[in-house]
Each structure stands twice: as C-alpha cells, then as structure tokens.
C-alpha cells in the first residue's frame, strides 16, 4: 500500500502564487507516476500533470503548461505543484494521487489518492 498526504492550499488572491506538496510513505517502490488532478464545484475531476517517480518527467495538461509545475523531492518522497498566476477558475479540491502501472497520459483512473486539499482563488 501507499500512503499520500497532501500539505498546502487555502485561499489565495486572483495573479498569486501557491505550492501543494503530497507526501508518499509506505511501498513507495511501487509507485509508477504521481499525478496532479483537481475537482472544482459542480463540475468533473480534470487531469493536471504527473512525473514518473524514478526519471521526473513531467506531462501536463495543456491549460496548465506555464502556471503550474510539478517536481519531485526524492530525499523526502515528495510530490510539489507550484501554481503560480491562479485564477477564480482554479478554485477546486486538488489531489494527487499515484499509479502502480501505466495508463494514459491525461486519465484519471489512480491507484492510490491523498486526502485531497482545497484551493479558493479570490477576485
């Protein structure tokens, strides 16, 4: 099993900058990808990106490309998304969460899912 706790959020001003952090314990060998994904009020989990635990390679959604970042601490098995220049339309619960095996780049099918944090993006 993996573990992921998620750190960070809260409210932010429209043009400000957040970082969420997701902690992985437990049979991290097994994690595959770690991915970002949000779900705002009312609407479906959207895919944010992911990064292969053992090389960091990133994939993003493309209306992320330039606002968020995702990197990996591997002394600690942590997960960050940066976000910088949020927008109301970014207010959402985020999550990450981890693959054991491949699936499409963009799915949200996971494995294994933090507790989920949320973000509020002001005017």
């Known amino acids: 099993q993996v573990q992921l706790v998620q750190s960070g959020g809260g409210v932010v001003q429209a043009g400000g900058s957040l970082r969420l952090s997701c902690a992985a314990s437990?049979?991290?060998?097994?994690?595959?990808?770690l991915g970002w994904l949000r779900q705002a009020p009312g609407k479906e989990r959207e895919f944010l990106g992911r990064i292969t635990w053992s090389g960091g390679i990133t994939y993003y959604a493309d209306f992320v490309k330039g606002r968020f970042t995702i990197s990996r601490d591997s002394a600690d098995n942590t997960v960050n998304l940066q976000m910088n220049d949020l927008k109301p339309e970014d207010t959402a619960v985020y999550y990450c969460a981890a693959l054991r095996r491949f699936r499409p780049i963009g799915t949200d099918v996971f494995d294994y899912w933090g507790q989920g944090t949320l973000v509020t993006v002001s005017s």
């Open positions: 437990g049979r991290t060998e097994n994690i595959y990808h």
